[in-house]
């Protein structure tokens, strides 16, 4: 069974930084795209950034310049280097690939 399991979530100030990371597990085949989506309360889900096998990347226009995606192929996992978050980047992030989804972890930003 595929899993995927995020990890690096938490409290934060406007301003500072985390690193999310996401490890999939279950499956040897190497996922064409994986991306980061997050949901904030009474929103909707939305992408955040994603990356294909090749490293190709795409962002969201509210996170480009702040946000970086990076993966391990090899590992089918992916990381979202997050800097100067702002509260506005509040939400549960998910990992995906394919239809395969992560639990979401949580991410606040307070002052």
């Known amino acids: 069974q595929v899993q995927l399991v995020e990890s690096g979530g938490g409290v934060v100030q406007p301003g500072d930084s985390l690193r999310l990371s996401c490890e999939s597990s279950?499956?040897?085949?190497?996922?064409?795209?994986m991306a980061w989506y997050r949901q904030a309360p009474g929103k909707q889900r939305e992408l955040v950034a994603s990356?294909?096998?090749?490293?190709?990347?795409t962002y969201a226009d509210s996170v480009k310049g702040r946000f970086t995606i990076s993966r391990d192929i090899r590992k089918n996992a992916i990381w979202l280097q997050m800097d100067s978050l702002i509260p506005e980047d509040t939400a549960v992030y998910y990992c995906?690939?394919?239809?395969?989804w992560g639990q979401g972890i949580q991410v606040t930003v307070s002052a």
């Open positions: 990356i294909s096998s090749g490293r190709d990347t």
């Open positions: 995906q690939a394919q239809d395969y």
């Open positions: 279950g499956t040897i085949y190497r996922f064409f795209r």
